[in-house]
Nanobody
Framework: EGQLVESGGGLVHPGGSLKLSCTAS????????MNWVRQAPGKGSEWVSG???????YYMSSVKGRFTISIDNTKNTVYLQMINLQPEDTGMYHC????????????????????WGQGTPVTVSA
């Protein structure tokens, strides 16, 4: 159902910053809660952040104060601004959308979502 395309990943040093983007097409973007989920090598998936239809934002504890999720409904795009990146933030960052039920319900696997992007890689290394 629809397509999500991420961009903005890369290689940064610890303490560096990146801004990820995810643009949606072919789905009713205004009816979706949007999330970022990351998969690190040798680790399970982690839900990182989400934004619901009321623009309420949610974060996993280890990224609070460092990551900011935002949305531009005119561009069907969700962003993840990341500052003070650390090696433990390394992973493939996937954009994931789920039809809103009024409150954001986070998940860590693709099957939980109605739309899932291929991901953009983030590597934090000295």
């Amino acid at each position: 159902e629809g397509q999500l395309v991420e961009s903005g990943g890369g290689l940064v040093h610890p303490g560096g910053s990146l801004k990820l983007s995810c643009t949606a097409s072919g789905l009713p973007f205004g009816s979706y809660d949007m999330n970022w989920v990351r998969q690190a090598p040798g680790k399970g998936s982690e839900w990182v952040s989400g934004i619901d239809r009321r623009a309420e934002t949610y974060y996993m504890s280890s990224v609070k104060g460092r990551f900011t999720i935002s949305i531009d409904n005119t561009k069907n795009t969700v962003y993840l601004q990341m500052i003070n990146l650390q090696p433990e933030d390394t992973g493939m960052y996937h954009c994931a959308g789920r039809r809103s039920i009024g409150t954001l319900v986070a998940g860590t696997v693709q099957s939980w979502y109605h739309a899932w992007g291929q991901g953009t890689p983030v590597t934090v290394s000295a």
